[in-house]
């Protein structure tokens, strides 16, 4: 199984990006996907998930609706939607996905939750 990331790179603040993420060899259809953040330094926090067949998202609380995540299950593939970056939103963003069925919301938060990470992908908002 891996996952892909891509989509990250430089922008401005108030800008936007588009984050991917790409399963190969087994579909997350049923479980959960999600992406997290890291800065150097810091453990990884929770950005935003989606599980229980697409049908349910959660959001760190944080994010007050910047954000939207959601799933492609044909091509098995994850998206973050990211608008009006700030600054503080610099980290390396990663993908993870578990095939668990019928997680809660807050369990889907957890990072010990995933079986399965992807490499990262950068993003930078520069003031």
């Known amino acids: 199984v891996q996952l892909q990331a891509s989509g990250g790179g430089w922008v401005q603040a108030g800008g936007s990006l588009r984050l991917s993420c790409v399963a190969s060899?087994?579909?997350?259809?049923?479980?959960?996907m999600a992406w997290f953040s890291q800065v150097p330094g810091k453990e990884r926090e929770f950005v935003a998930s989606?599980?229980?067949?697409?049908?349910?998202?959660y959001y760190a609380s944080s994010l007050k609706g910047r954000f939207t995540i959601s799933r492609d299950s044909a091509k098995n593939t994850v998206y973050l939607q990211m608008n009006s970056l700030k600054p503080e939103d610099t980290a390396v963003y990663y993908c993870a996905a578990t095939a668990a069925e019928s997680l809660i919301a807050s369990t889907t938060a957890n990072a010990n939750a995933y079986d399965y990470w992807g490499q990262g992908t950068q993003v930078t908002v520069s003031s």
């Open positions: 989606i599980y229980r067949n697409g049908r349910s998202t």
């Open positions: 060899g087994r579909s997350f259809s049923r479980g959960a």
